[in-house]
């Protein structure tokens, strides 16, 4: 379903990504880890198709989407639902305008329909009802639930987040976990899960792929992944720093 093949991005001097190779199958859940800096996001949007690479390429099913005009990347990423870091919410707009924007903005249903759908996701997120709340007034948890709902709304066969659990509680970023793995499971959708959080990794993970120097360092299920010996591994799995490293 996403295929990278020999992935390069730069940015001036700054080499980020230098020849990544991955493949995630349909209906996956796949999880990149990767230490903060070393390119989990820029690798995000290149597979969202919001970047190109320098050289490479990127397959979405069989089209190859670093080759495509603005008009073709466009259809490809009406399939697609990115939740990006921060899962920022217009505050201007209550939670069921948030969510429904992108089908009002279409235009092509009506406004009762969009409003059935708007409570279906809503309850599929455990927030039933919550339509005329504010941003303002919700939790940091409640957030990233509306975030989702919104994201799924257009029902895409490819979601990605970009560290879907940042600042929760290790319960509320459980139950969002949790959520994102049912959806994957009872939507189908192929999902991509940036994260560096070891729980996130074991509850949603089939296979994982840890980003290091630019590179996928290893492509591994979550078990082969808490058992490796390897020091790279061990020592990110662990939260262990060489003290080598020229980052804090
Ligand atoms: N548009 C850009 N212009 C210049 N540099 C960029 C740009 N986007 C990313 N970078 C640089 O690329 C590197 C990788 O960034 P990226 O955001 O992918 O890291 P990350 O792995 O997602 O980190 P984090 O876990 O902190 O979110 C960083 O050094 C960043 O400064
Ligand atoms: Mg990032």
């Given at each position: 379903?996403?295929?990278?093949?020999?992935?390069y991005?730069?940015?001036?001097?700054?080499?980020?990504?230098?020849?990544v190779?991955?493949?995630?199958?349909?209906?996956?859940?796949?999880?990149?880890?990767?230490?903060?800096?070393?390119?989990?996001?820029?690798?995000?949007?290149?597979?969202?198709?919001?970047?190109?690479?320098?050289?490479?390429?990127?397959f979405?099913?069989?089209?190859?989407?670093?080759?495509?005009?603005?008009?073709?990347?466009?259809?490809?990423?009406?399939?697609?639902a990115?939740?990006?870091?921060?899962?920022?919410?217009?505050?201007?707009?209550?939670?069921?305008?948030?969510?429904?924007?992108?089908?009002?903005?279409?235009?092509?249903?009506?406004?009762?329909?969009?409003?059935?759908?708007?409570a279906?996701?809503?309850?599929?997120?455990?927030?039933?009802?919550?339509?005329?709340?504010?941003?303002?007034?919700?939790?940091?948890?409640?957030?990233?639930?509306?975030?989702?709902?919104?994201?799924?709304?257009?029902?895409?066969?490819?979601?990605?987040?970009?560290?879907?659990?940042?600042?929760?509680?290790?319960?509320?970023?459980?139950?969002?976990?949790?959520?994102?793995?049912?959806?994957?499971?009872?939507?189908?959708?192929?999902?991509v899960?940036?994260?560096?959080?070891?729980?996130?990794?074991?509850?949603?993970?089939?296979?994982?792929?840890?980003?290091?120097?630019?590179?996928?360092?290893?492509?591994?299920?979550?078990?082969?992944?808490?058992?490796?010996?390897?020091?790279?591994?061990?020592?990110?799995?662990?939260?262990?720093?060489?003290?080598?490293?020229?980052?804090?």
């Amino acid at each position: 379903m996403i295929k990278a093949c020999n992935l390069y991005k730069s940015f001036g001097e700054q080499a980020v990504l230098c020849g990544v190779n991955l493949e995630i199958q349909k209906g996956e859940a796949a999880v990149i880890l990767g230490r903060s800096g070393s390119g989990k996001s820029v690798l995000l949007k290149h597979m969202a198709g919001l970047i190109q690479p320098d050289a490479g390429k990127i397959f979405i099913g069989d089209l190859e989407i670093s080759s495509l005009n603005e008009r073709e990347l466009l259809e490809v990423r009406r399939q697609m639902a990115v939740m990006f870091q921060g899962a920022a919410l217009f505050d201007s707009m209550n939670v069921g305008e948030n969510i429904g924007f992108s089908l009002y903005r279409e235009g092509k249903r009506s406004h009762s329909e969009i409003a059935k759908e708007i409570a279906g996701v809503l309850e599929l997120v455990g927030l039933k009802g919550i339509e005329s709340k504010w941003p303002a007034d919700l939790s940091g948890g409640m957030k990233k639930r509306v975030a989702l709902a919104r994201a799924i709304i257009h029902k895409p066969s490819i979601i990605f987040y970009d560290e879907p659990t940042a600042g929760l509680d290790p319960i509320a970023s459980d139950s969002i976990d949790k959520l994102i793995k049912r959806i994957c499971e009872i939507r189908q959708v192929t999902t991509v899960v940036i994260t560096h959080d070891m729980r996130t990794t074991q509850t949603i993970g089939e296979k994982v792929f840890m980003l290091h120097n630019g590179q996928i360092y290893l492509t591994a299920t979550p078990k082969e992944l808490f058992a490796s010996t390897d020091p790279v591994v061990h020592n990110f799995v662990n939260g262990i720093s060489d003290n080598k490293s020229n980052l804090t």
